[in-house]
C-alpha cells in the first residue's frame, strides 16, 4: 500500500497599517491643477487652516477674501484668521489665489550690524536699522533714513570709525 504524502503550503498575508495622513495645501505651482482635479475650477477651490478641527480642509466653496493683514480659516464657514508672526499679508487674501497662509514670509534682521527695528504689524515686512551703539552704520542711507524695509531696499551695515569720545546717534551722526 502505497501511502500519498500531502503537501501543505501556508500563506502569510501581512495586513499593513494603514495611517491617516495630515492634508497640506498644494504648493503655489500645483494649486491650479489641484483646483481642477478636485473642483473643475480655479475660482472655486481652496484649501485653508480648520480651527476647529485642527488642521486643513480643501473644498470647492469659494472664492472668499479678506482684508490686507489678514487670512481665511474655514471652520464650517470662512472666517477672518490671523497672520502667523513671521507672515505679512500686504493686500487682500482671496482663498483661491494658490494660498493657505499669509502671502510673504517676514524678513529677519540678523545681518552683520543689523538689528530689529520694528515687528508689530501683519501688513508690512518687518523694519531693520544699523547697531549704532555699536557704530554700525548704513552702507546706503536708506528711504526711511533711521530705519531700512529689507524686502524693498538694501539694509547692509558696516563698522563706521569714530574719533575717540564720540559715538554714533540712530541718523549715523557723531555725538
Known amino acids: 500500500m502505497k501511502l500519498g504524502l500531502q503537501t501543505c503550503s501556508s500563506l502569510d498575508i501581512g495586513i499593513q497599517q494603514v495611517e491617516l495622513y495630515n492634508l497640506s495645501c498644494p504648493f503655489q505651482v ?25 488642521e486643513y480642509v480643501e473644498g470647492c466653496g469659494g472664492p472668499d477674501w479678506d482684508r490686507k493683514g489678514s ?15 513671521n507672515r505679512y499679508q500686504p493686500m487682500i487674501f482671496r482663498t483661491n489665489e494658490r494660498m493657505s497662509d499669509c502671502v510673504f514670509a ?13 515687528a508689530d ?6 523694519t531693520c536699522r544699523c547697531d549704532h551703539a555699536k557704530n ?4 546706503k542711507i536708506p528711504r526711511h533714513f533711521c530705519y531700512c524695509i529689507p524686502s524693498e ?10 574719533p575717540v ?9 557723531l555725538i
Not at 500645483?30 to 485642527?54: D, I, M, Q
Not at 517676514?106 to 527695528?117: A, H, R
Open 30 to 54: 500645483n494649486w491650479k491643477f489641484r483646483a481642477e482635479v478636485y473642483c473643475n475650477s480655479t475660482s472655486a477651490y481652496f484649501c485653508l487652516f480648520n480651527n476647529a478641527e485642527g
Open 71 to 85: 487670512k481665511r480659516v474655514f471652520s464650517l464657514s470662512f472666517t477672518r484668521g490671523n497672520c502667523s508672526v
Open 136 to 139: 554700525y552704520a548704513f552702507i
Open 121 to 126: 504689524s501683519s501688513k508690512k515686512d518687518r
Open 153 to 162: 531696499e538694501d539694509c547692509s551695515c558696516y563698522i563706521r570709525s569714530c
Open 165 to 173: 569720545n564720540h559715538t554714533l546717534s540712530t541718523g549715523n551722526l
Open 106 to 118: 517676514k524678513s529677519i534682521c540678523n545681518e552683520k550690524g543689523q538689528i530689529l527695528y520694528q
